[in-house]
C-alpha cells in the first residue's frame, strides 16, 4: 500500500508553525537565563597591543566580573584578520565564542575575492563599542605646518610624497585613498606590516606623512616628534585642542576606526542582548570610559540594530573607494 503526504489544512500548519517559534522562543530564554555556564572566548584578529585588543580585554574583564566565569582573549593575527574571521563564520552558534572586529572587517570583502564569509550575514551584531578618529600627522622637517601647506606640499611632489600605512588593507589606508580623492594628488603609498615601524619611519623623516588613530602617535605629537595637522573626525577632538578636521578642508571627508563586537549568525536571541547589557555596562564603567577617551576614542555601546546599520554604512562607503582606488588584497 503506498503512503501519501497527510494534507492539513493551512490554518493547522501556520498554528503549528507559530507554536514551534514560540517553543523555540521560550528555549531560546531558558538558555539565556542559564547562559553562561562555563568560560568565553572573545577572538581578536589582529595582532596583541592595537586598539581592538586593547577593547576586547578590558570588556572582557568586565564581563567576566559580571558573569562570574573566565573570559579568554584570544589573538589571531593573519591575513588582515580574515583566516580568524573565516574561522569564526563556522564556530557553534552558542554565544561562548565571540569576535572583536576592527574596521577591515567591513571592508575585507571588497579587498579579498576568496573571502569565505558575508560579515553582513554570517555574524550577529552585538554593540558598536568604539570609534576612534585618525589624525593626519607629518615628519616637521617637511615644513607643513597646516592643510593649506598640506595641499600645496602633496601636489608640488607628486610622487615623491610618501604617506605610510601600516598594512596594504587598513583603515589607515583606505582613509589615505580617500584623502587621495578629495585632494586630488598623487603621493606614493608605503604599507608597512604593521605601526611601529611606520610610525619610527615617519619620525625619522624616511616617509613624509601617514593617516593613524590618534592613540597611536598621541605621544609623539605631543613631544613634537610628529605635527598634527588635521583630524578624521567631522569636529576637532580634545586631545588635540587647534587641530582642525580634515573636512574644514574638504567637505564630507570622514573616517574612523571602530571596534565592536559580534557572534556567529544563528545565536539565539535572548543570548545576544544579554550580552549586549553586558557589554553596553562594561563600557560605562568609569575607569574604562577614562582609559579610552584620554586616548581621543569615542566609548559607544549600542544596541545590535544600531551596529547592524553601521556595518551597512561602512560597507557601502568603503566599497566605493576600494572599487574607484582599484585595491586588491589577493
Same mark, same amino acid.
Given at each position: ?18 507554536t ?10 531558558a ?5 553562561p ?6 577572538v ?7 586598539v ?7 570588556v ?7 558573569? *562570574? ?19 569564526? @563564520? ?14 577591515? !572587517? ?8 576568496t ?32 592643510m593649506?601647506? !598640506? ?6 611632489? *607628486?610622487?615623491?610624497?610618501? !604617506?605610510?600605512?601600516? *598594512?596594504?588593507?587598513?583603515?589607515? $589606508? ?12 598623487d ?23 601617514? #593617516? ?29 585642542? *587647534? ?9 564630507? !571627508? ?5 571596534s565592536?563586537?559580534?557572534?556567529p ?5 535572548? #543570548? #545576544? ?11 560605562? @564603567?568609569?575607569?574604562? $570610559? ?34 574607484? $582606488?582599484? #585595491?586588491?588584497?589577493?
Amino acid at each position: 500500500m503506498k503512503l501519501g503526504l497527510m494534507r492539513m489544512p493551512l490554518g493547522w500548519c501556520l498554528g503549528l508553525a507559530l507554536t514551534a517559534g514560540a517553543v523555540m522562543s521560550v528555549l531560546g530564554l531558558a538558555h539565556a537565563d542559564e547562559y553562561p555556564l562555563h568560560p568565553l572566548k572573545i577572538v581578536v584578529p589582529y595582532p596583541a597591543g592595537g586598539v581592538t585588543d586593547s577593547v576586547a580585554r578590558a570588556v572582557g574583564a568586565k564581563l567576566s566580573e559580571q558573569f *562570574g566565569v573566565s573570559v579568554l582573549v584570544e589573538n589571531q593575527p593573519a591575513a588582515g584578520g580574515v583566516v580568524a574571521t573565516n574561522a569564526m @563564520a563556522k564556530v557553534p552558534a552558542d554565544g561562548y565564542t565571540l569576535l572583536c572586529a576592527f574596521d577591515s !572587517f567591513a571592508t575585507n570583502p571588497f579587498m579579498y575575492k576568496t573571502l569565505q564569509h558575508d560579515p553582513l550575514k554570517d555574524f550577529a551584531p552585538i554593540s558598536l563599542m568604539v570609534k576612534s578618529p585618525q589624525v593626519l600627522v607629518v615628519f616637521p622637517g617637511t615644513g607643513i605646518k597646516n592643510m593649506a601647506d !598640506f595641499m600645496r606640499v602633496a601636489k608640488d611632489e *607628486g610622487e615623491r610624497f610618501a !604617506f605610510a600605512t601600516p *598594512g596594504a588593507g587598513t583603515s589607515s $589606508r583606505l582613509s589615505t585613498e580617500l584623502l587621495k580623492q578629495f585632494g586630488p594628488f598623487d603621493s606614493t603609498i608605503v604599507s608597512y606590516k604593521g605601526g611601529s615601524q611606520a610610525i619610527t619611519d615617519l619620525m625619522g623623516g624616511q616617509v613624509s606623512a601617514m #593617516i593613524v588613530s590618534v592613540n597611536l602617535v598621541l605621544t609623539h605629537i605631543q613631544s613634537g616628534r610628529l605635527r598634527a595637522i588635521g583630524v578624521s573626525s567631522m569636529k576637532p577632538i580634545a586631545q588635540l585642542p *587647534g587641530v582642525p578636521p580634515i573636512a574644514k578642508t574638504f567637505a564630507g !571627508f570622514e573616517a574612523q576606526s571602530w571596534s565592536g563586537m559580534l557572534v556567529p549568525v544563528g545565536t539565539p536571541r535572548p #543570548i #545576544i542582548d544579554k550580552l549586549n547589557v553586558a557589554i553596553n555596562r562594561a563600557l560605562n @564603567a568609569p575607569d574604562l $570610559r577614562e582609559k579610552f577617551t584620554s586616548q581621543g576614542a569615542e566609548v559607544l555601546g549600542t544596541s545590535p540594530e544600531e551596529f547592524a546599520l553601521w556595518l551597512q554604512k561602512e560597507s557601502s562607503k568603503w566599497s566605493a573607494v576600494i572599487k574607484q $582606488r582599484h #585595491i586588491h588584497l589577493d
